[in-house]
């Protein structure tokens, strides 16, 4: 009871500060429309209506915003191409620790289509697939599973996402974050790898979240999951003002455009 009256008094008091009567009651109005206003109308027309040629456009807008961010845009003409460019990393790179080359990746249709493992297994290079946590294992084995999979995540020098979408003017990767698709795979591995379906690179977060908020393909799952935006490797000038990159997160950074 003495809680409920502190409240009122908190509420008061802001009315007062704000110039209204201590007491008005004022209608909270529609705070979730029911349908998208004529600007979201206009944003989603232009999405579906997008002609090949301003699909390029937008693979040209991303690939110069991504350059002073020393984040590397390849557009690539099939999986194939995909998986090719992977092992090629693979072969160039080394791990920032350690000796051993190990692989993270989401298990999502996309990277899963790549066909990576068996390549990378006669190689003797470890991949390991992130998976949901099986809900009949018991609290211990469910946390001796997600400390596992914490392990490998850390001990990978490459990790891989899928992203739902990217936006061209500012060359950001948007990860929608899933059961068994953790955030951790583009956060501690040295090196991030990004494949991008063309079709889901948008042109800024306007479009974006009017097809969240009203496209029938994503409003299932709406604005209710962890969305992780990603504008190149991880970077600080904290110290003296000069630039490190690498010192929160990956140091490297690479989105691949792949058909679809």
């Known amino acids: 009871m003495a809680e409920h009256r502190e409240e009122t008094l908190f509420f008061q008091t ?26 979201e109308r206009r944003l989603l027309a232009r999405v579906s209506g997008r002609s090949e040629r301003e699909r390029e456009e937008l693979v040209s ?37 350690g000796g051993e080359k190990q692989l993270v990746a989401w298990s999502h249709p996309l990277i899963e289509s790549l066909g990576l493992a068996e390549p990378l297994a006669r190689q003797g290079i470890p991949l390991h697939l992130t ?19 914490r392990s490998r995540i850390a001990a990978s020098f490459i990790g ?44 800024d977060m306007k479009e974006l979240f009017a097809l969240l908020r009203w496209e029938e393909r994503f409003r299932t799952e709406g604005l209710s999951n962890y969305l992780s935006f990603i504008s190149g490797p991880s970077k600080t000038a904290d110290i003296e003002a000069t630039m490190v990159h690498g010192a929160h997160g990956p140091r490297e950074m690479v989105v691949f455009l792949v058909p679809g």
């Open 14 to 39: 802001l009315r007062r500060a704000l110039g209204h009567p201590p007491n008005a009651a004022r209608p909270a109005g529609d705070l979730f429309p029911a349908e998208p206003s004529a600007e």
């Open 61 to 97: 807008r991303l690939a110069a915003a991504a350059r002073p961010l020393h984040l590397e845009v390849q557009a690539l003409d099939d999986l194939a191409a995909a998986r090719d460019a992977v092992l090629r990393l693979v072969a160039e790179k080394s791990p920032e620790w």
């Open 160 to 203: 891989i996402t899928a992203a739902d979408f990217c936006l061209a003017e500012t060359a950001t990767v948007v990860l929608r974050n899933r059961p068994g698709e953790p955030r951790s795979v583009a956060l501690l591995p040295s090196i991030h790898v990004a494949l991008v379906p063309r079709s889901r690179i948008l042109a």
């Open 131 to 149: 998976r949901p946590v099986d809900p009949a294992l018991d609290a211990a084995a469910a946390d001796e599973e997600r400390r596992r999979q």
